[in-house]
Nanobody, 133 residues
């Protein structure tokens, strides 16, 4: 059974930093995964933040994350999200998600993530990030 567990959330002041971690367990085959971070603020729809392919290549970043957040791999099926220069509008529950298959890591995978077409299959329960002004 695939499970994703996030950690690293917390409360920081604006301008501060946090590093989120996620580990996906239960995959029985040696697939390269696509791993992503999403977030949902109160009263708002879930939005994509960043994504990365275990097989290599450039990560994907949403405009809101570009230049402030860095996604990186952490061992097999692990992923980090380093967040700097946090703003109050970054306050949200942050979720880790994974998918695999032919579309994962293919030529258009980042476009699929950006457009919302990427079919993330498994999700964690989330970790809360609170940024105060």
């Amino acid at each position: 059974q695939v499970q994703l567990v996030e950690s690293g959330g917390g409360a920081v002041q604006a301008g501060g930093s946090l590093r989120l971690s996620c580990l996906a367990t239960g995959y029985t085959e040696n697939w390269f995964l696509c791993l992503g971070w999403f977030r949902q603020a109160p009263g708002k729809e879930r939005e994509k933040v960043a994504a990365i392919y275990e097989g290599g290549g450039d990560p994907y970043y949403a405009d809101s994350a570009q230049g402030r957040f860095t996604i990186s791999l952490g061992g097999r099926h692990g992923v980090y999200l380093q967040m700097h220069s946090l703003k109050p509008e970054d306050t949200a529950i942050y979720y880790c998600a994974t998918y695999w298959g032919e579309a994962c890591g293919g030529p258009g995978w980042a476009r699929d993530v950006a457009s919302g077409r990427a079919a993330f299959q498994y999700w964690g329960r989330g970790t809360q990030v609170n940024v105060s002004s």
